[in-house]
């Protein structure tokens, strides 16, 4: 069958307005900043973009205000060649705007998320052939009503439905219960299983979500420690690929979460799909912000070689 595109997500899109810092972060302080960055960000919304830039053919599905927030995710799609098509805009209204801090030399990174005026996307939002026009259907929970309708249409369907599962609302076991591949954070699987370590999470969600879907996939990333995979076939540790230079770990995961998406729309080995996804999210962290530093599919490949 042919798709339209190889991948098509339903979730998170964001402005993020991004800069570096060097000392202790005071109230009432005025702290100075360096290499200030606008780009966009979000789940599903950066996810897409790493798949357009590694080769693959993507499609964004949500709402978005007419104000210059707005006008600028989608500008930043178009540039990146992702699908907007299927973007409804919404006179007033503004987007999911984001500020943060980053100090690379600790390691550190404060995000401020600002939801004012952004408009919700609701399952009537959706029309089941845009989403269907994907190889694969990419979901995260931040707008979990509609990531489900559209989950339960990859399901009916037969298509793989990657979950991005980060957000811990209890909406989100519904959607992670539709998916077929679900790659969560530490954060929100020790939520789900309790306080162990990324490999017994790992194991421990497989556990719960294959109870009724014996064919699930279950990821848990935990940055410089990698990431845990279990499924059917068993369970295996990818490990992380060490940045060649670390500027800044914001959109890692949504990085690491696009190029998964696009290993399954080449129906690459869950494996070698799982390295791919880690030399990807790696090449990212070389610059600020999460969009700057994605590497084309070339140069991942040659990292992935480099290796061995």
């Not at 984001?98 to 600002?114: D, E, Q, S, W, Y």
Request: hydrophobic share 40%; glycine share 12%; net charge neutral.
């Amino acid at each position: 069958m042919k798709y339209a595109f190889d991948v098509v997500g339903v979730g998170c899109a964001t402005v993020d307005m991004l800069a570096i810092y060097d000392g202790p972060i005071k109230e009432d302080d005025k702290v100075l900043v360096r290499q200030t960055t606008r780009q966009g960000g979000g789940l599903v919304g950066t996810g897409l973009v790493a798949v357009a830039r590694l080769g693959g053919t993507a499609r964004f599905i949500g709402r978005l205000g007419n104000d210059d927030h707005g006008r600028f995710i989608v500008d930043d799609f178009k540039r990146e060649g992702v699908d907007t098509s299927c973007i409804q805009i919404v006179p007033g209204a503004s987007a999911i705007r984001t500020m943060g801090l980053i100090n690379p030399a600790k390691g550190h990174r404060t995000l401020f998320v600002c939801l004012d005026d952004a408009p919700e996307v609701k399952p009537s939002d959706l029309k089941r052939d845009d989403v269907l026009a994907g190889k694969v259907v990419f979901v995260d929970g931040f707008l979990v009503k509609a990531a489900i309708q559209a989950a339960e249409w990859g399901r009916e369907a037969g298509r793989h439905v990657l979950m991005d599962a980060e957000m811990t609302e209890p909406e989100n076991d519904r959607l992670a219960d539709l998916s077929t591949h679900v790659v969560s954070s530490l954060h929100f699987a020790q939520d789900r299983v309790g306080d162990h370590d990324a490999k017994d999470c790992a194991r421990l969600l497989f556990d719960r979500l294959s109870k009724n879907d014996p064919d699930k996939v279950v990821g848990v990333t935990s940055g410089a420690q990698g990431s845990y995979f279990v499924s059917r076939e068993g369970a295996f540790h990818q490990p992380a690929f060490k940045p060649p230079v670390m500027v800044d770990t914001t959109g890692c995961g949504d990085v690491f979460h696009g190029a998964f998406a696009l290993g399954l729309a080449r129906e690459m080995p869950l494996r070698t799909i799982a390295e791919f996804a880690a030399a990807v999210a790696s090449l990212k962290c070389r610059m600020l912000g999460g969009r700057a530093g994605i590497p084309s599919f070339a140069e991942a490949q040659a990292l992935i070689q480099r290796r061995g």
